[in-house]
């Protein structure tokens, strides 16, 4: 008798618990828009803040901490008066390269798609 629950591969189960991590070092808005930001160069906490619009310096800090505790994020202090801070990226964070790519050519593409739905039927109820 067949209870209706289907079996999960091991393959599946190991595809899932990848994709599970990866969201869980990546998730949020924020944390990709930081390391795409320090791609740059190295920033200060209020350059980075103010790059990033609508981000609170209580999101931007724990965004920070989060991104170097998963070592793709190195957090620089300088022994100036004032002291300086500074964050950037490490070598680590380029292994993100080919998925941030590919969001960025997702996004791109599904931007356009969203856009020419729009005007088709912005064009339909003009139509009509």
């Not at 906490?45 to 609170?56: A, G």
């Amino acid at each position: 008798m067949s209870t209706g629950v289907k079996h999960i591969s091991n393959e599946c189960n190991g595809a899932l618990s990848a994709i599970r991590d990866t969201l869980y070092v990546l998730s949020g808005k924020w944390k990709i828009q930081v390391i795409v930001l320090l791609r740059d160069g190295p920033m200060r906490f209020n350059e980075l803040q103010r790059s990033l619009v609508d981000i609170t310096p209580k999101v931007l800090s724990k965004e920070l901490r989060e991104l170097e505790l998963n070592e793709f994020v190195e957090r620089k202090v300088f022994n100036t008066v004032p002291v300086t801070v500074t964050y950037e990226i490490t070598p680590y964070a380029a292994t993100l390269d080919p998925i941030i790519n590919s969001l960025r050519e997702w996004g791109t593409q599904h931007r356009a798609r969203i856009v020419e739905h729009m005007k088709q039927d912005s064009k339909a109820s003009v139509s009509n």
